[in-house]
């Protein structure tokens, strides 16, 4: 018997129209006009260049913002900030805001934060730049009937102060061509997309259960998953192995997209996560089957990258990887063709990255924001740096989530929300690095020993016998200690970036920056847990309230106390949530038990979620 078949909630909110997913999911009926902003626009169609994913320290949405509003008061009395500019082509009411304009000498001006060296930001970084600036460009000269603009992208290097402008002089009529050509690449395929989804709307309503009869206890089953998905409410559900809960979980969630149509409130998107590569196929077996009925449903696989990368020794970047080189100029069209066939599965992905000689699983990363449905990994969507969860934050959409044998999740989520490092790792790292990065690791190391050597907290016993201690609290300096040592690591990869390859360094820095993470996030319900050997092991496990706009985003973040169970980890049920316990299989959970199971898969995100979405943003941005 399967002690949790499935978790079945809504997340997110209405979709909002200025992102690309918009025209894929259920709004309103094929209009004249979309609404789409700028930076959608030039995201689908303007960018371009090698793919390049080499780690490059990048400034966070907050520390760009305060950028710009300093480079805007360095400007004089009649410089324009936040210009409002809009127009209207082939369809398309495209909208957004130019970061400035300087009347007087008649520049436009879009600027860009970074740290490190200007030349270290990769060329589809300056196209995507370029295709904004001379969009805005086209829109401020069709607004105020200028005839030629000078327009200079601004890179302002956070960690200096230090301005450097790229400037270029167009005329309008060239600005405008480059905005009619981005526009009708765009509006072509909004008006595919909303041509289909129309089609999968009629589908979707007329689809049957695809066997001949219900089993018992599966109609019952189906109909509160329908209920719960309906209604944007969270649902915890058992049942025997063998009753067929798969397809008792995503027949009912697909009627309900179809119930919604195009209403306010509708789902967008269906995420289908398992723990188990069994499950997965077997979900995708379910879809193929329900995909008879509705050949429009776009259903799109999401593995790993060490499962789909084509050359795993090579680096992602176009001077390694033949699929990298190019691959934003070769993207359009096997985007193209992976939409026109639907079923998206990693063998299809990869035929379709054959044919057109570009990266599978990027492609796939691309086609998730398209897909009707998605089948892939916990990890995922719970994760602290999900695709799915940051994308479904970003664009606005309201998912539908299905987690599968979700008992699975608790220490698989224990596993994402937690870290270790020794100091061993630290003291390999430091004999490599340069002697500016090496203090602050000498300065860790100490940390990390005193960590052992005494304070307070209870005392332990591991499995294996060997001594434990339990923090509730992190030591300032330790803090401080870890958030120096990433700082310093951060600037020297700024600085040096051909130097940010595999290696101990690398390796420190990244588990150096999850563990500043978790001190971010560190709360009354976290515990920090050294192990054995002092210099062999830390663990920081974080399990943050259900409080918070994350909350909606059932299960994210929830994990518990390190190989404790206390009684007050058991929290009352909320009231809007339900627990089915099918009667026909003779199953009986305790009210405390269900209340603690519900207690562990309700949890709120921490502070840090948005770190999720600047790190998802990076890779789209890629």
């Not at 398992?274 to 008879?292: I, S």
């Not at 990298?324 to 035929?351: E, H, N, P």
């Not at 299960?555 to 949530?577: F, M």
């Amino acid at each position: 018997m399967s002690p949790i078949a499935a978790v079945a909630a809504v997340a997110s909110g209405g979709c909002a129209p200025s992102c690309p997913s918009a025209l894929a999911s259920p709004g309103s009926p094929p209009a004249a006009v979309t609404s789409v902003s700028v930076r959608a626009l030039c995201d689908f169609a303007g960018r371009a260049g090698d793919l390049d994913v080499r780690f490059t320290p990048a400034p966070t949405a907050l520390e760009g913002a305060e950028g710009h509003r300093r480079v805007q008061g360095r400007r004089g009395a009649g410089y324009e900030s936040e210009i409002l500019l809009r127009t209207q082509r082939h369809g398309l009411q495209v909208r957004g805001r130019a970061d400035g304009f300087e009347p007087d000498v008649g520049r436009l001006e879009e600027i860009k934060t970074h740290r490190g060296p200007l030349d270290a930001i990769r060329g589809n970084r300056r196209a995507l730049h370029w295709a904004q600036a001379k969009l805005y460009g086209a829109m401020l000269c069709e607004q105020r009937s200028l005839q030629a603009l000078d327009i200079a992208l601004v890179y302002l290097n956070l960690d200096t102060e230090a301005e450097t402008p790229v400037q270029e002089r167009f005329a309008a009529p060239e600005l405008m061509a480059h905005a009619d050509a981005l526009c009708r690449q765009f509006a072509a395929w909004a008006v595919q997309e909303q041509q289909r989804l129309a089609q999968l709307d009629s589908q979707l309503a007329r689809l049957r259960f695809p066997q001949a009869r219900f089993r018992a206890g599966q109609r019952r089953f189906a109909a509160a998953i329908y209920q719960s998905a309906r209604d944007g409410q969270p649902l915890l559900a058992q049942a025997p192995t063998g009753i067929g809960k798969t397809i008792a979980a995503i027949f009912p969630v697909l009627k309900a997209k179809a119930k919604a149509g195009r209403t306010q409130g509708a789902i967008d998107k269906v995420f289908y996560l398992t723990a188990k590569t069994p499950g997965r196929a077997v979900a995708l077996e379910t879809l193929r089957r329900l995909q008879e009925q509705a050949p429009e449903l776009r259903v799109v696989e999401l593995s790993a990258r060490e499962r789909t990368c084509v050359y795993p020794s090579r680096a992602c970047h176009g001077e390694a990887c033949p699929l990298a080189r190019g691959f934003f100029d070769r993207l359009g069209a096997a985007r193209q063709a992976a939409a026109d066939a639907r079923w998206l599965d990693q063998a299809a992905l990869a035929r379709t990255a054959a044919e057109f000689q570009v990266c599978p699983y990027y492609l796939s990363q691309e086609m998730v924001r398209w897909a009707d449905v998605v089948v892939a990994d916990y990890n995922h969507y719970f994760d602290g740096s999900a695709l799915l969860f940051a994308m479904a934050q970003e664009e606005g959409s309201r998912v539908s989530l299905l987690v599968d044998e979700a008992h699975n999740l608790l220490d698989r989520a224990r596993a994402m929300y937690s870290c270790a490092i020794d100091g061993a790792a630290l003291e390999r790292a430091r004999q490599v690095a340069p002697p500016a990065v090496a203090r602050h690791l000498r300065a860790a190391e100490r940390e990390w020993l005193l960590l052992g050597t005494g304070g307070p907290g209870p005392a332990g016993q591991g499995s294996s016998g060997e001594p434990r201690r339990f923090r509730s609290e992190v030591p300032d300096g330790m803090a401080h200690a870890v958030h120096q040592a990433a700082g310093a690591l951060s600037e020297h990869f700024a600085q040096a970036p051909e130097q940010a390859v595999d290696g101990p360094l690398q390796q420190c820095f990244f588990e150096l920056l999850q563990l500043d993470r978790l001190i971010e996030s560190f709360s009354q319900d976290s515990l920090l847990e050294v192990a054995g050997d002092v210099r062999q092991g830390c663990l920081a496990v974080p399990k943050p309230g259900a409080r918070g706009p994350s909350a909606r985003a059932l299960g994210r973040g929830a994990v518990e106390r390190r190989l404790l169970c206390h009684d007050d980890a058991l929290r009352v049920l909320p009231r809007h949530a339900r627990c089915l316990i099918p009667g026909f299989d003779g199953a009986f959970f305790s009210p405390q038990w269900k209340e603690a199971l519900w207690a562990r898969f309700f949890t709120a995100a921490p502070p840090r979620q948005r770190r999720s979405v600047e790190q998802y943003k990076g890779v789209k941005k890629a």
